[in-house]
């Protein structure tokens, strides 16, 4: 069983940056497509980034483009997502998510992956 977890989370100020990691397990991490979502108070689950198996392909959420990089570790097992320059409207819960079937068309679809963490909760404070 594939098991995700983040890590990174917490209290940033506007302005500065935000990492996050997302340690995998249970599954050869090569096999798997990564994304980050995201959920703020009262709204649906929304799509930040996603990257294929090797990375190469990487796509972003318009609210991020420009100010936001995700990258995989395969030796590591571990993804990664950077957001410089973080806005109040980027607080929210940030979930990785993984799928061993993603393509670059379906890649921003929550139902294109079949494996979620827990979720580590971001505050951005002007």
């Known amino acids: 069983q594939v098991q995700l977890v983040e890590s990174g989370g917490g209290s940033v100020q506007a302005g500065g940056s935000l990492s996050l990691s997302c340690a995998a397990s249970g599954a050869t991490f090569t096999s798997l497509a990564m994304a980050w979502f995201r959920q703020a108070p009262g709204k649906d689950r929304e799509f930040v980034s996603t990257l294929g198996w090797s990375g190469a392909i990487k796509l972003y959420a318009d609210s991020v483009r420009g100010r936001c990089a995700i990258a995989r570790d395969n030796a590591k097992a571990t993804l990664y997502l950077q957001i410089n320059s973080p806005k109040p409207e980027d607080t929210a819960v940030y979930y990785c998510?993984?799928?061993?079937?993603?393509?670059?068309?379906?890649?921003?679809?929550?139902?294109?992956?079949?494996?979620w963490g827990q979720g580590t909760p971001v505050t951005v404070s002007s």
């Open positions: 998510a993984a799928t061993r079937r993603w393509s670059s068309a379906a890649g921003s679809l929550t139902e294109t992956y079949e494996y």
